[in-house]
């Protein structure tokens, strides 16, 4: 197809300190799977949101359909047909999913009008859905319909999708890509951002790859391999992470029967789970979202104390213990919220640096902190783990997710832990600073640590795990020797199977 | 069109120039309305911040004033604040305040007629003592029912007035009193009295207090790991729990800070200025109190500041009530205009302003 859907000519825009685009510039065919590559703080978010009237350009020019297009509002945007899935979702747990639509709506149908049309527009496109289940019941998979489908009621010229399918299992990944093929052929253009260069290859038609603001190239993803595309999006040859067959030692810490009730309505209790892990080992533990994955990483890093012997350390109970008792032992976590939780959003990086720091780095004397240490620790984390910013005052908000990342993850290896839980430590970070944590995490096993990752990025964890398990409604599989796993046999674990049959139902 | 944009880092230079730029906004919009209102201007404004410091003619008397009413403003502002910024909002300083006079003055008449050095530090300690046990209901509450702490604090202040007036008019009056309601006069005796400690000054014990507290809450905050805990507690409650921060703990932490600190400056303030303990010694400085510690910014720095411009439009105020005739009512508005620019102006410190561009949409 030629009919040029969307044109973007030298779009500009500023932020203090940074220009996050700079004269941007291509286009977009009716009916075009594009991609959109860029590594963290390439500009690609700032560019989506012009394009969806969530930020202004301070230069430059879009033409939709042949007409100027400069959007002051979302609401502009999506009634000249331009829709957009967000990386995280914006849906009321407590609501049902058509009633969640129609507060997304400009001139919301009657009730029954709508479940007809959500029910219509879900089989259309081979996406099950029950418009009268509450959203709080959904899987994430399940969820992210909800959005696909609310965009799809408008009947969009242009879907833009970020990050679609960091959170589905591959049977999802399948269903998605079978529905935005449909889109296309359909006519509709999809601009689809995405860190996993498989999946742009898979599905897109063209991508344009961004670097720091700026268009480096645009090519056929699909006559390019994974590795030229990520070279592009680095600009320099990638660190592929390196990993020797590693010798295990004695079991660590231990799971055994452990039971934790879930602290809120729509949180996954964690059921009779056992595992353990041995020195120098890294379990991966894979599962979709909101399986347990939070309440794990609580019960290990002791924010939710359990009773004593159901986690042992060394042979020793500590069930009981809380999170500072856990690090003098050894045990640290780095959680996947990282504003909010991993770090405080306000605060500098040396005040985030103490958090977790204070007791295994000795920052805190008589309950005085000794602030230089505290900064001396910081900046070593820092340096030791290439985070950009302009230095350790800088607050933890001010850094972009990748960075921030980084610092979270340095901050707990480079205390030297002998049991490190990860959840989800490169979710949203780039290529090169995923290759660089994933291969901090294998340096530290091989240093003897045990590590514990738990994440829903499946390639991920096939790259650094010696043993796989999955998380599913809270219960923990038995684990797999990693190698030689299929994604077949992945899937079944994952257990994503049955839920798209009964939803049919 | 003007347009708010959220500043990655709150500027450090606005912090700081937020405050002036709001008085000077109060003065000219204060100074309209008093124009309206058919008075000078400027006459009203040099009586309201100049007049109470440095006029020949008041400041003998109005002077003193400014210590007398900044001090225990202060020294119950700044146990508020620490329990502000963890997000425990104990809005009943009010109460433990009056209970802790109460329980202050009781000790002090216990001993009467002693002379002791020792009467008046066992009346500040018992002061403290009984702000803290009134600050510990709504605590424990707290912890143990998961009550909300916003309520108990504050219905304990309508207890705690009810107490006092039961107390002033019975248990502790004074018998020589003529069955006036009221303790006896706890200056009249050495062992009891918090007298003025340089003359002309207002300085008195609970002051120093004040002082004492504004410095050692600062060093609490920036260098001790509980200053840090609070802060953090406040700011992200998940990445507190997560860096091993005991809520409960620092509920009751919190809640005691603000109870000794007000209990103290309750029995200050009924040993000092108000001399005796009667049913309306307390001039509603606990309330107050909880705007002093807003308007600092929840820092100990600022609350010392905020404390001492507080009492300036207070002295002010009732100056320019006295001499140039303006209504009350225009006085509370002025004070009114002060918080809401200072206030107001705070959203400069975390946004910057653009100049929206018009563009053909």
């Known amino acids: ?505 | 069109m003007l347009r708010l944009e959220k500043r990655p880092v709150p500027s450090k230079a606005w912090t700081i120039a937020t405050p002036i730029l709001a008085v000077l906004a109060t003065m000219v919009a204060g100074g309209i309305m008093f124009a309206v209102l058919g008075n000078d201007p400027v006459a009203a404004i040099r009586t309201i911040f100049w007049d109470p410091l440095f006029s020949e003619q008041f400041a003998a008397f109005s002077r003193p004033q400014l210590l007398v009413k900044a001090g225990p403003l202060i020294l119950i502002a700044i146990g508020l604040s620490l329990g502000f910024r963890a997000g425990i909002w104990n809005i009943g300083a009010e109460g433990q305040y009056i209970m802790g006079a109460i329980a202050g003055a009781a000790v002090g008449l216990a001993f009467y007629p002693a002379s002791g050095w020792y009467v008046f530090p066992l009346m500040v300690i018992a002061g403290a003592v009984g702000g803290f046990l009134w600050a510990m209901i709504p605590a424990i509450l707290r912890t143990r029912f998961n009550t909300n702490e916003i309520l108990v604090s504050l219905l304990l202040v309508y207890v705690a007035e009810h107490i006092l007036s039961a107390m002033s008019f019975g248990l502790l009056r004074n018998p020589e009193g003529h069955g006036f309601p009221g303790s006896r006069s706890f200056n009249e005796l050495e062992a009891t009295a918090n007298p003025e400690l340089i003359a002309n000054s207002g300085m008195h014990w609970g002051v120093v207090a004040a002082f004492i507290a504004v410095i050692y809450a600062y060093v609490l905050l920036t260098r001790h790991l509980i200053g840090y805990q609070i802060t953090l507690a406040g700011q992200s409650p998940r990445a507190a729990r997560f860096g091993g921060v005991n809520p409960n703990a620092l509920v009751v932490l919190c809640f005691a800070f603000a109870g000794v600190l007000a209990g103290a400056a309750g029995l200050f303030e009924v040993t000092g200025p108000a001399k005796q303990l009667t049913e309306n010694f307390g001039q509603g400085y606990g309330y107050t109190a909880i705007i002093v510690a807003f308007l600092g910014r929840l820092h100990p720095i600022g609350i010392l500041l905020a404390g001492l411009l507080m009492a300036l439009t207070y002295i002010g105020g009732d100056l320019a009530q006295l001499m140039l005739g303006l209504p009350a009512p225009a006085i509370q508005a002025f004070q009114g205009m002060l918080l809401f620019f200072l206030l107001a102006m705070d959203v400069l410190s975390n946004f910057r302003i653009r100049l929206k561009k018009s563009e053909a949409a």
């Open chain 1, 1 to 505: 197809m030629t009919d040029r859907l969307l044109t973007i000519d030298g779009l500009t825009k500023a932020y203090p300190g940074v220009t996050a685009n700079d004269k941007v510039s291509f286009g977009i065919d009716a009916g075009e799977v594009h991609a959109l590559l860029g590594e963290n703080g390439a500009g690609k978010s700032t560019l989506v949101k012009m394009i969806y009237g969530l930020v202004r350009p301070d230069a430059g020019a879009m033409t939709l359909m042949g007409n100027a297009f400069a959007p002051p509002e979302p609401r502009v945007a999506r009634a000249a047909g331009v829709a957009m899935v967000f990386q995280h979702f914006s849906l009321f747990e407590a609501l049902t999913v058509a009633e969640n639509i129609t507060l997304g709506m400009e001139n919301p149908p009657k009730h029954r009008e709508l479940s007809d049309r959500i029910t219509k527009v879900s089989h259309d496109y081979g996406l099950p859905l029950d418009p009268e289940r509450l959203v709080g019941d959904l899987s994430a998979g399940e969820r992210q319909r909800v959005e696909i489908i609310r965009c799809l009621l408008q009947d969009p010229k242009l879907l833009i999708m970020d990050e679609p399918t960091s959170v589905l299992t591959p049977q999802e990944v399948e269903v998605l890509f079978h529905t935005l093929r449909q889109l296309s052929s359909e006519g509709t253009a999809i601009l689809y951002i995405s860190h996993k260069l498989e999946e742009i290859r898979d599905i897109c038609d063209s991508a344009t790859i961004l670097r720091h603001g700026v268009v480096v190239d645009t090519c056929n993803p699909r006559e390019k391999s994974a590795r030229e595309l990520a070279e592009m999006m680095v600009g320099s040859a990638l660190h592929q992470p390196l990993r020797d067959a590693p010798e295990l030692g004695n079991v660590v810490l231990e799971l055994k029967e452990l039971s934790v009730p879930s602290a809120t309505q729509f949180g996954t209790s964690l059921k009779s789970v056992n595992m353990t892990v041995r020195a120098g080992e890294i379990l991966g533990i894979g599962g979709v979202a909101g399986n347990g994955q939070d309440e794990l990483l609580a019960a290990l890093s002791g924010e939710t104390p359990s009773t004593p012997d159901t986690v042992t350390f060394d042979g020793s109970n500590i069930g009981n213990l809380g999170p500072n008792a856990r690090r003098e032992l050894g045990i640290l976590a780095a959680p996947e919220e990282r504003l909010g939780h991993a770090a405080a959003p306000d605060m500098s990086l040396t005040e985030n640096a103490l958090l977790t720091g204070a007791i295994r780095k000795n920052l805190v004397k008589k309950g005085f902190v000794n602030w230089g240490a505290t900064r001396a620790f910081a900046k070593q984390v820092i340096a030791d783990f290439d985070v950009r910013t302009p230095g350790a005052r800088t607050a933890a908000r001010a850094l972009s997710g990748g960075n921030l990342q980084k610092f979270v993850i340095g901050r707990e290896v480079l205390q030297d832990p002998r049991v490190l839980v990860v959840n989800q430590p490169t979710w949203g970070v780039d290529a090169s600073a995923a290759a660089q944590i994933r291969q901090s995490l294998m340096d530290l096993a091989a240093k003897g640590a045990a590590v514990i990752v738990i994440s829903q990025d499946l390639d991920e964890l096939m790259e650094v795990s010696d043993n796989f398990c999955a998380l599913n409604e809270g219960h923990l599989t038995r684990p797999h020797p990693a190698k030689g796993l299929s994604v077949e046999e992945i899937g079944l674990m994952l257990g994503g199977m049955e839920e798209q049959e009964t939803a049919h139902a």
